[in-house]
């Protein structure tokens, strides 16, 4: 089982900044690929960053492209989304997740754990 607690979010007004964190436990073999989704009111959950462990690729949301940073700290097990120029269209539950894939794992459902989600809130 791997234990995934996201902690960073709050309200921010647009063209703001936000670091969302990310700390993980239990058996590293099965996060191999770590993602952020998020999920707006009335919206599907959608991907916004990912990153491979063992090398450090990234991939990301075309829209976020640019704006958000996904990185990790080995030896705190931690992964971070840093998110600069906010707009109101961010707002949404982000949710750490973590995928026992070795490819590029983007869908929801190529994800085997999740935490209980942030809440980031972007005021225009």
């Known amino acids: 089982q791997v234990q995934l607690v996201e902690s960073g979010g709050g309200l921010v007004q647009t063209g703001g900044s936000l670091r969302l964190s990310c700390a993980a436990s239990g058996r590293t073999f099965s996060r191999r690929y770590m993602g952020w989704f998020r999920q707006a009111p009335g919206k599907e959950r959608e991907f916004v960053a990912g990153?491979?462990?063992?090398?450090?690729?990234?991939s990301y949301l075309d829209s976020v492209q640019g704006r958000f940073t996904i990185s990790r700290e080995n030896a705190q097990n931690k992964v971070y989304l840093q998110m600069n120029s906010l707009k109101p269209e961010d707002t949404a539950l982000y949710y750490c997740a973590a995928s026992t894939m070795m490819g590029r794992a983007t869908r929801a459902e190529e994800y085997d754990f999740w935490g209980r989600g942030t809440q980031v809130t972007v005021s225009s």
């Open positions: 990153l491979r462990w063992s090398d450090g690729y990234t």
